[in-house]
């Protein structure tokens, strides 16, 4: 069975532009959560989409947003990009919801200059 | 809200030393608790979880982790460390009100030959 895969898997903006990520889950999971990690916050949940609704949301600005698409594919959106936005974005998913084993991407690493 | 938290950073370990990561988490109510680490050039994945019954839970590659409800910790434990164990580890809860996993800011095991 194949894995999660994030694309692309590096990206270099510069400020005030927009992004789009995409995440393709593993077959037969319906559930994908998309975190953001760096450094000094590690991993912060950004959203969950679970059958192309979104079920959760984590804290952070309405630049950030997301979708999921009837094959369970995911994408999310940033927005106006800003210096601090430069992190490693991944994607997980899972059967049904984050209490079930959640299931990696390699990520998308995001340099904004 | 809620939180979690890891006590060390970074632990530097040598060959056959034990191993105790510590982690405390907020929450008072019902959580699943998690355990997921980052080897050097691959993805995040699942090390062990706790859901319900046995607080001694045991994981892959001989780690284990101890539930203790009364100082709401989740500590991990591997009583032989062995060079390839050098990782990022990552404690997480999922339960309450947030009603998404919440992850702790990790701890890095250094372990030398």
């Known amino acids: 069975k194949a894995g999660v895969t994030q694309t692309p898997r590096y990206l270099i903006k510069t400020r005030g532009q927009q992004v789009t990520l995409s995440c393709s889950p593993i077959?037969?999971?319906?559930?994908v959560s998309w975190y953001q990690q760096t450094p000094g916050q590690g991993l912060q949940f950004l959203f969950e989409y679970f059958s192309e609704t979104q079920r959760n949301k984590g804290n952070f600005p309405g630049r950030f947003s997301g979708r999921q698409f009837s094959n369970s594919r995911s994408e999310m959106n940033v927005s106006t990009l800003e210096l601090g936005d430069s992190a490693l974005y991944l994607c997980?998913?899972?059967?049904?919801?984050?209490?079930?084993?959640?299931?990696f991407g390699p990520g998308t690493r995001l340099t904004v200059l | 809200a809620q939180s979690v938290s890891q006590h060390n950073h970074h632990v530097i370990l040598s060959e056959a030393a034990s191993l105790e990561l510590g982690c405390n988490y907020s929450y008072g109510g019902t959580v699943n608790l998690f355990w997921y680490v980052q080897y050097p050039g691959q993805h995040l994945q699942l090390l062990l979880k706790?859901?319900?019954?046995?607080?001694l839970v045991k994981g892959i590659k001989g780690f284990e982790a101890e539930f203790i409800k009364s100082k709401f910790s989740f500590n991990l434990r591997k009583p032989s460390v062995q060079w390839s164990d050098t990782a990022e580890y990552f404690c997480?809860?999922?339960?309450?009100?947030?009603?998404?996993?919440?992850f702790g800011k990790g701890t890095k095991l250094s372990v030398k030959p």
């Open positions: 706790y859901f319900s019954g046995d607080p």
């Open positions: 997480a809860v999922y339960g309450g009100s947030q009603g998404n996993l919440i």
């Open positions: 997980a998913s899972s059967l049904g919801t984050q209490s079930d084993t959640q299931y």
């Open positions: 077959s037969g999971h319906r559930s």
